[in-house]
């Protein structure tokens, strides 16, 4: 069985890199200082406070951690659902622009 910290990074890095395929860029925080999982900027040059979970099931509580972990950007909190039968480093992303409506997309890494 995996420990949840350590599915936790898995899900972390799997999804920078899927980021990184989209060519934004991810800047890790640093080590020992709490908030979100990392920040990343889109190619438009917004800046983006993301969260990232790994969990069969996605709930109030997590929105609630990615919304009052950053005030100042944009929000993003990525699910990738365990034991649904997904494909492979598959993720829901909701996106929370500053001052605007949420967003729901469906991404999925490069083979």
């Avoid at 990738?80 to 909701?94: C, D, E, H, M």
């Avoid at 996106?95 to 890494?109: D, F, L, T």
Wanted: glycine share 6%.
């Amino acid at each position: 069985m995996v420990r949840p910290r350590a599915k936790g990074n898995i899900g972390e890095s799997d999804f920078r890199r899927l980021l990184q395929e989209r060519d934004w860029r991810v800047f890790k925080r640093p080590h020992g200082e709490s908030g979100d999982d990392f920040t990343a900027i889109d190619t438009s040059d917004r800046i983006w406070s993301c969260e990232v979970k790994h969990t069969v099931s996605l709930t109030f509580q997590h929105y609630v951690q990615c919304r009052d972990q950053s005030k100042e950007k944009n929000r993003l909190l990525a699910w990738r659902p365990s034991k649904w039968g997904f494909p492979a480093k598959t993720y829901i992303v909701l996106m929370w622009p500053s001052g605007g409506e949420p967003e729901v997309h469906k991404w999925r890494a490069r083979a």
